[in-house]
């Protein structure tokens, strides 16, 4: 009796000390089976546990989804709405969105499936509405909105995925398996908005997008477990970090709103630099308060691992080099060589195809030479991709420079991405749902982030005297920025510790 109550206290507190992993503990002992590697209870066949995998893996890439789509239609849709390169660039910004963190524990609040599920018909919705926009505001705008939804449906999958299945071989198949989605998004995107472009018009892309993801709001009910709610709504809502909500994401998007208008507005002229400075501002703010407030959005605690901490931000640059050399080249290709958006697509899909076999090259890999390498070798592939694409010519060959591009480039992306989830799914179990989540934030800001910066780069080049008379030269000093974040990624590799 004795020992009963002490171990009955021991537990209370422990749990009293960690209330933000109580539902992953529970979800995961409702889920799982006793033993690590077998299929999980609420699987009743090997198909249904694939597609709840699939589901998994595309809503993590939804993102990517949803670049492919609209990368090969950049100067179609800016032609036919007539855009400012400033208003083209928002376009795939946009799509990146920096809501993941508030998502990520509205997820534990409201129940992951009914979030999945809503994100899912969000996002249905939201593409068949922007088939019908009738300028580039609302453009810009509804492609927010699908930014948004990205971010909605991303945490509660990944939170599932790792609560679903326990630390082994499974679970390591299962997570190795996302870094296929990227590539797999970016096919079903590019193709299937090339040949919707093609016959109709760009504005079937989104169509398609629509029918995708109504398609997988089916899947996701039928296959994804549903487990209740534990604790409060009232007591964490009255705890949820409002004031870190606010601040990130208004910090965020003033930064990415000042990087792109700077060159058609002026850097100096006043609305720039009040939302460089009132952005930098918010950023500080938020920094400042999570360090103190009992609830925080970001818990500071997943900083105190230092190669995660490297992790993400070697990701994090990494990954935009590899969005803003995919943006610019599409846009190259139908700006300068005049390419149609199908012919553009033929041309992204080796870079996807290739990317799937990388994928489980680097899944082979981790298990026999030390994570490090691995991602050493993606640093180098992003950085030696990046190179090649500088000398891309009006008539230069694609098979010469572009394809071997594109196929190394996309190493970078598929190792560091498969090292990054492993290791956390490794070393870090009691945060593995938060520390992927961040993991994934930093992707989606990459893009916002590295397109602003690189449109800025471009804008300047473009309206100098120079670069009015050399086409190229814009797009080339936008190149020589994804080579600025490709070394910027590299530099972090050596100070990993991952075995």
Same mark, same amino acid.
């Given at each position: 009796?004795?020992?009963?109550?002490?171990?009955?206290?021991?537990?209370?507190?422990?749990?009293?000390?960690?209330?933000?992993?109580?539902?992953?503990?529970?979800?995961?002992?409702?889920?799982?089976?006793?033993?690590?590697?077998?299929?999980?209870?609420?699987?009743?066949?090997?198909?249904?546990?694939?597609?709840?995998?699939?589901?998994?893996?595309?809503?993590?890439?939804?993102?990517?989804?949803?670049?492919?789509?609209?990368?090969?239609?950049?100067?179609?849709?800016?032609?036919?709405?007539?855009?400012?390169?400033?208003?083209?660039?928002?376009? !795939?910004?946009?799509?990146?969105?920096?809501?993941?963190?508030?998502?990520?524990?509205?997820?534990?609040?409201?129940?992951?499936?009914?979030?999945?599920?809503?994100?899912?018909?969000?996002?249905?919705?939201?593409?068949?509405?922007?088939?019908?926009?009738?300028?580039?505001?609302?453009?810009?705008?509804?492609?927010?909105?699908?930014?948004?939804?990205?971010?909605?449906?991303?945490?509660?999958?990944?939170?599932?995925?790792?609560?679903?299945?326990?630390?082994?071989?499974?679970?390591?198949?299962?997570?190795?398996?996302?870094?296929?989605?990227?590539?797999?998004? #970016?096919?079903? @995107?590019?193709?299937?908005?090339?040949?919707?472009?093609?016959?109709?018009?760009?504005?079937?892309? #989104?169509?398609?997008?629509?029918?995708?993801?109504?398609?997988?709001?089916?899947?996701?009910?039928?296959?994804?477990?549903?487990?209740?709610?534990?604790?409060?709504?009232?007591?964490?809502?009255?705890?949820?970090?409002?004031?870190?909500?606010?601040?990130?994401? %208004?910090?965020?998007?003033?930064?990415?709103? %000042?990087?792109?208008?700077?060159?058609?507005? @002026?850097?100096?002229?006043?609305?720039?630099?009040?939302?460089?400075?009132?952005?930098?501002?918010?950023?500080?703010?938020?920094?400042?308060?999570? !360090?103190?407030?009992?609830?925080?959005?970001?818990?500071?605690?997943?900083?105190?691992?230092?190669?995660?901490?490297?992790?993400?931000?070697?990701?994090?640059?990494?990954?935009?080099?590899?969005?803003?050399?995919?943006?610019?080249?599409?846009?190259?290709?139908?700006?300068?060589?005049?390419?149609?958006?199908?012919?553009?697509?033929?041309?992204?899909?080796?870079?996807?195809?290739?990317? #799937?076999?990388?994928?489980?090259?680097?899944?082979?890999?981790?298990?026999?030479?030390?994570?490090?390498?691995?991602?050493?070798?993606?640093?180098?592939?992003?950085?030696?991709?990046?190179?090649?694409?500088?000398?891309?010519?009006?008539?230069?060959?694609?098979?010469?420079?572009?394809?071997? !591009?594109?196929?190394?480039?996309?190493?970078?992306?598929?190792?560091?991405?498969?090292?990054?989830?492993?290791?956390?799914?490794?070393?870090?179990?009691?945060?593995?749902?938060?520390?992927?989540?961040?993991?994934?934030?930093?992707?989606?800001?990459?893009?916002?982030?590295?397109?602003?910066?690189?449109?800025?780069?471009?804008?300047? %080049?473009? @309206?100098?005297?120079? @670069?009015?008379?050399?086409?190229?030269?814009?797009?080339?000093?936008?190149?020589?920025?994804?080579?600025?974040?490709?070394?910027?990624?590299?530099? #972090?590799?050596?100070?990993?510790?991952?075995?």
């Amino acid at each position: 009796m004795h020992s009963t109550s002490l171990s009955y206290i021991h537990n209370t507190n422990v749990r009293s000390l960690c209330p933000a992993f109580d539902i992953e503990v529970e979800m995961a002992r409702s889920l799982i089976a006793s033993d690590p590697d077998a299929r999980p209870k609420h699987f009743r066949n090997l198909l249904e546990e694939c597609l709840f995998v699939f589901m998994v893996m595309m809503a993590t890439a939804s993102t990517t989804f949803l670049q492919g789509v609209v990368v090969i239609n950049t100067a179609t849709i800016s032609k036919d709405l007539v855009m400012t390169p400033a208003q083209v660039t928002w376009i !795939s910004a946009a799509i990146g969105g920096s809501f993941m963190l508030f998502f990520g524990k509205t997820a534990d609040l409201l129940g992951r499936k009914l979030q999945l599920l809503a994100g899912m018909a969000f996002l249905s919705l939201t593409s068949l509405a922007t088939a019908f926009v009738p300028n580039p505001i609302s453009l810009n705008i509804l492609c927010g909105f699908l930014g948004l939804g990205t971010a909605v449906i991303s945490p509660p999958a990944i939170g599932t995925l790792f609560a679903t299945y326990p630390e082994g071989r499974r679970r390591n198949k299962a997570a190795g398996a996302l870094g296929c989605g990227n590539p797999i998004g #970016f096919i079903l @995107g590019s193709v299937s908005s090339g040949l919707a472009t093609k016959y109709y018009s760009w504005r079937a892309s #989104f169509v398609v997008i629509a029918i995708f993801f109504a398609l997988m709001t089916v899947s996701s009910f039928w296959t994804m477990p549903s487990t209740p709610r534990i604790g409060s709504l009232r007591v964490e809502l009255r705890r949820f970090d409002y004031l870190g909500t606010v601040l990130t994401v %208004a910090g965020f998007a003033l930064v990415s709103a %000042a990087l792109t208008e700077g060159p058609d507005l @002026g850097w100096q002229s006043r609305q720039v630099v009040l939302m460089f400075l009132f952005g930098f501002i918010c950023l500080l703010g938020f920094t400042t308060w999570e !360090s103190y407030y009992p609830f925080p959005l970001l818990n500071p605690v997943v900083w105190k691992n230092t190669t995660y901490t490297l992790c993400v931000l070697c990701v994090f640059f990494g990954y935009m080099s590899f969005m803003t050399n995919l943006f610019w080249i599409s846009l190259y290709m139908q700006s300068v060589q005049q390419l149609s958006s199908l012919h553009i697509a033929v041309r992204l899909l080796p870079q996807a195809l290739v990317g #799937f076999i990388w994928s489980y090259i680097g899944q082979a890999l981790v298990s026999k030479i030390p994570g490090k390498i691995i991602m050493g070798i993606g640093g180098v592939a992003y950085l030696v991709g990046a190179a090649l694409q500088i000398f891309v010519g009006q008539d230069t060959s694609y098979w010469l420079l572009l394809f071997p !591009s594109l196929c190394i480039t996309v190493i970078g992306a598929d190792f560091q991405f498969i090292v990054s989830n492993l290791y956390i799914s490794k070393q870090m179990p009691t945060q593995s749902s938060l520390a992927a989540g961040v993991l994934q934030t930093a992707m989606r800001l990459a893009i916002s982030i590295g397109l602003a910066i690189s449109a800025a780069v471009y804008g300047i %080049a473009a @309206g100098s005297s120079a @670069g009015r008379a050399d086409v190229n030269l814009p797009f080339e000093h936008a190149y020589l920025c994804s080579i600025m974040f490709a070394v910027a990624s590299f530099l #972090f590799i050596p100070f990993m510790k991952i075995e």
